[in-house]
């Protein structure tokens, strides 16, 4: 239904008095705002978030989009203090984050070029921090994960001007995603006999953490000067687990991908302040990347040239 809503918006938009508009806005945001689970009225914000996500994808133009992207500041900040009083809230909060986070991706994808202040869209990271991962039944899991990984990803290809300062922000809130599913990951959490459905939502999960790496890889200017406590984070908890076959073939793809961006003197600084396991790991890896990966990349761009 969304595409005939977007359309009754649109078509509402249009034909209604700028008065009218304002109106309906406000009562929008308004349904946004936190005291609405405090008093249990639940359904109002589930409608709102839901009225929000359809009223950003109509691309509105003129002064009733000038009033909508006036107001964008003020439902970010309404979105990450539902994220957070979500967390407490049951059984609404599972539904109220979800649609938090996918209201949040699609302001970002649609604020590309309009929201001019970085500060509003670094309170996205704000928001994805507050999210709990843990103690989530498998299928909520996996469908959190994705609608983070979407706002990382709106963040990624819709904002550059904002990676340029909160690149470390954002791969805090990417290296929560990495760990949790090398914790789901974990040979004794997949493994075991009858959890085959459990490796199907961790291996999809998996897959989308290596999508996103090949996309960090491709913004060197933003990550470079990061690359290499990103793979040290990855590396220390590496070795605390054994990673299922599958889920380790997939986020080694991807942490590849990642250390193409690591300089010689990265390498020297990672092999000076690694501790003496975590060392042995990190110079197996590396080896395994320069095996794998490095040598088909270098064939691959002489085959170009």
């Excluded at 509003?120 to 983070?148: Q, S, W």
């Excluded at 990672?270 to 088909?296: M, P, W």
Aim: with cysteine; net charge neutral; glycine share 6%.
């Amino acid at each position: 239904l969304d595409i005939q809503l977007i359309g009754l918006l649109r078509c509402l938009a249009e034909r209604c008095t700028d008065q009218q508009f304002y109106l309906i806005l406000k009562s929008i945001t308004q349904g946004l705002e936190v005291s609405n689970l405090w008093k249990g009225r639940h359904q109002d914000v589930v409608s709102s978030l839901t009225l929000t996500t359809l009223l950003l994808k109509c691309s509105l133009s003129g002064d009733v989009g000038k009033a909508v992207w006036f107001t964008a500041p003020q439902i970010i900040t309404a979105l990450l203090v539902l994220c957070k009083e979500a967390v407490l809230d049951q059984p609404w909060g599972y539904k109220v984050t979800l649609l938090s986070l996918e209201t949040l991706a699609v302001l970002i994808q649609q604020g590309e070029g309009i929201l001019s202040n970085a500060y509003h869209v670094t309170l996205a990271f704000d928001a994805l921090l507050c999210v709990p991962l843990d103690h989530l039944k498998l299928a909520e899991y996996g469908t959190i994960f994705r609608a983070i990984q979407e706002v990382l990803f709106s963040i990624l290809q819709s904002q550059p001007k904002v990676l340029l300062n909160a690149a470390p922000s954002f791969l805090k809130c990417f290296n929560r995603l990495v760990l949790s599913v090398m914790h789901k990951g974990h040979q004794k959490c997949v493994g075991e006999k009858g959890t085959t459905a459990v490796s199907e939502v961790v291996l999809e999960c998996a897959r989308l953490v290596e999508r996103m790496y090949t996309h960090i890889a491709s913004k060197a200017e933003e990550f470079a000067m990061f690359s290499a406590f990103a793979v040290a984070e990855y590396i220390n908890e590496l070795q605390k687990v054994t990673l299922n076959a599958d889920v380790k073939r997939h986020l080694t793809g991807g942490i590849y991908h990642l250390m193409d961006l690591i300089s010689e003197r990265d390498l020297r600084f990672l092999n000076a302040s690694l501790q003496t396991g975590v060392r042995e790991v990190f110079k197996e890896l590396y080896n395994d990347y320069v095996h794998y990966h490095k040598s088909k990349r270098q064939g691959e761009e002489k085959y170009t040239a």
